[in-house]
């Protein structure tokens, strides 16, 4: 999918919402526990509830992985039925993987071949030919982390840099947008950092960025809007928690598609009041 | 496992030498391809033949998980059969993970419990908070990157801190050590970057440090060893594909000992004249 294309499915759905599907067996409503693959089945109710309205779904791979080979079977199982609902859907698989080439050429092969994602969340510290693997892949995305929603940002995200005086995220972020088109790659930067958007912006102004931290983590939808937007859109921003766990009982699925459908009310002024539907 | 259980463990074997098992089914000898779980019926055939020269085996996640199910199965029953075949040995899932709170801790999850690792390896971009889910497995480690081997790590781990004039390899070095003790960090640094080790000692005199890039990658054993080892050793130095595809034919496994006990006797030497056995 191209950077035009996605932002023609965000036109279309007058939405720029992705819901994160961080699944857990302990969280999910336990009528579900009784089926053969309650994970599973819990996505698929949430992604036949909501896949109109959002036009893009985030599988934190940590929630799947924590359950042994049940959980990459509930992993394929999601991303497949994603794949026969819409057509107009992006995938992310929220790994933040990164490690030396011939290693994240097994995980490019993983995440795009082995699953059908379109993307995958990536982490920049081991530098260019740690992600060169995943760009190799020319119709799929590398989500690069820049600024990240958690207090750990702090450590080493906003060193400066002697030379240059930029912060750690904004060289990340100056560096890694010559590696690839605005086609292959997006950055992650938090909401719970709006404020820094307007510098991103300078940096990065045409690339699309995955913005988590709305919702549980405090992140405002307003804010990263009007800091973030740009002329195709620009932004994917993720709620996972919020959304998914609104209730935990038997309306569970109900309950998302009302959550996500307020999101997306939301988004559509934000997309009107900048002209981009 | 401690720090000085490990130590002990490089004393009795006179080796520290893990073996990194990057095993790729494209890799390994043909006749495996008829059995049932080739993947595994190789690592079984190499802990065979090694598992008394080597203290740690690592085995690279990236490619178990891009084989789907059937990868997590052959990493579970490896981990299963080191475990059953000795007690001496520390083992690494070589993941490189790192995420926000409630994510790192599924996948601590992951491989502490439902897999049986000792120690996982960890991205530092994310800060403390993406760790602690690790570090609060009391008996677990882990492995921080700070230099890696590849030649990406020039794009930002050199980047050089306005305030302190640190480079931020350091200042990952520096933070992280104060996250928990000796007995459950441990840094990689890459043996191709032998000549930083002297620096490196300066500001974590007492941790062990993961060190690949010996063999494939070109790094010298001799070199990490003179700049690396401390009082308590205080390295271990991975080998992949230098053992484990030594040889591509029926006498796979009795060469990679050979290559293994090979090293094992130069690091024999090296220990002795720092007198640590």
Redesign the interface.
Known sequence: MTHEQLFQIIQKKRSFLCIGL?T?IQKIPSHLLETEDPVFEFNKAIIDATHDVAVAYKP?I??Y?????KG??SL?KTVEHIRKTSKDIFIIA?A?????????A??A??FFN??NFDAITV?????????SPFIAYKEKWSVI?AL??????????F?????S?KK?FE??LE?ASTWATKDQIMFVVGATKAEALTDIRKIVPDHFLLV?GVGA?GGSLQEVAKYGLNERCGLLVNSSRGIIYASKENDFAEIARQKAEETRKEMEVYLRQNHLI
């Open positions: 961080d857990d934190n940590a929630f992985e924590s359950m042994g080979m990459w079977e394929g929220d933040k993987r990164g490690d030396i080439g011939n290693t994240s097994m995980y092969k993983a082995t699953y982490a920049p510290y081991m530098g260019q030919d740690s992600i982390l990240t929603s958690n207090a750990g940002a702090f450590d080493f995200q060193i400066e840099d002697e030379v005086g750690l060289k990340v560096t988590p983590q």
